[in-house]
C-alpha cells in the first residue's frame, strides 16, 4: 500500500463513519427545526483520532489538504468539511485546526500538500485577494493533486486576479502567470456549487465528503496498480 493509501479496511471505516456523521447532521438539522433543544452531535467533535499500524510509526500522512478563504468559509463551510472528514477517520488538513504553536506556516503546508493525495478548494468572494490562497493552490496544481472545486457563492467565471494582485510589486510576474495557471485549470475542472440564498449547506458537506472519500480510493487503486506493475 502507498504511503498515501487506505486499506480496505479503513476505507470501509470511513465510509460508514461518514454515512452516520451525514445521518446524524440531517437528524440534528430535522430536530432542530421542530423547536427541540438538542446537543451538538458526536459527528462535529473538534478532533476524532484515528489509529492504525501507521500511526503507531508516528504521524500518519493527510490524505485531503483545505484550501480555503477564511474570512469567507473558516467558520461554515470548511470547518464543517473538516470536522465531517475528521468524524469519518479521513486525516484532512485545515490550516486552524492541523498547525499548532511554533510550526512554520509555508513548511508545515508545503508538507501537507505533498503529503495529500486529493485537495478540496473552496472558492468564494474573497478568494482570488488572498496571497496564500493563491500560492496553495498553485502548489496543488503543479503537484498535479485531485483537487475537487468548491464554488462557495461565486461562479468559475468569476475567477480571475484583482488588478491590484497583477499589479502589486510584491509578486514576481512569474508568480502571476502560475496563479493565472491554476485558476484557468480549477475552472476547467468539474465541481460543486453553492449559493448560500438557496442552497443547502448540509447537503453541500456531505457531496464534498462523498467526492472526497471516492477520490482517495481511485487514488489508491492507481498507486496499487503502478506499484503491481514496478514489480513485473
Do not use: W
Not at 459527528?43 to 500522512?61: K, T
Not at 453553492?194 to 442552497?199: K, L, N, V
Amino acid at each position: 500500500m502507498s504511503s498515501t493509501g487506505l486499506s480496505r479496511g479503513r476505507r470501509c471505516t470511513i465510509a460508514s463513519r461518514l454515512k452516520a456523521s451525514a445521518e446524524a447532521a440531517v437528524a440534528g438539522t430535522a430536530t432542530s427545526s421542530r423547536g427541540k433543544k438538542q446537543k451538538a452531535p458526536a459527528a462535529v467533535a473538534r478532533r476524532v483520532e484515528y489509529y492504525d499500524e501507521e500511526d503507531a510509526q508516528g504521524q500518519a500522512p493527510y490524505d485531503v489538504f483545505i484550501n480555503h478563504r477564511g474570512v469567507d468559509t473558516k467558520r461554515t463551510v470548511a470547518r464543517l468539511l473538516y470536522d465531517r472528514l475528521v468524524a469519518g477517520g479521513v486525516r484532512a488538513f485545515l490550516d486552524n485546526q492541523s498547525m499548532r504553536p511554533g510550526d512554520r506556516l509555508e513548511e508545515r503546508i508545503g508538507e501537507a500538500i505533498s503529503e495529500c493525495s486529493v485537495a478540496v478548494a473552496i472558492f468564494s468572494p474573497h478568494y482570488c485577494d488572498s496571497e496564500y490562497c493563491l500560492r496553495e493552490l498553485a502548489m496543488l496544481v503543479e503537484s498535479r493533486k485531485k483537487i475537487i472545486p468548491v464554488f462557495y457563492n461565486i461562479k468559475p467565471s468569476d475567477l480571475v486576479l484583482p488588478q491590484a494582485v497583477v499589479e502589486s510589486v510584491a509578486h514576481h510576474p512569474r508568480d502571476i502567470e502560475r496563479f493565472k495557471f491554476a485558476l484557468r485549470e480549477v475552472k476547467n475542472t468539474v465541481g460543486l456549487t453553492y449559493d448560500p440564498a438557496t442552497g443547502d449547506l448540509a447537503e453541500l458537506v456531505t457531496s464534498a465528503a462523498t467526492a472526497v472519500l471516492e477520490n482517495i480510493d481511485k487514488h489508491e487503486v492507481t498507486q496499487g496498480r503502478q506499484m503491481i506493475m514496478s514489480r513485473l
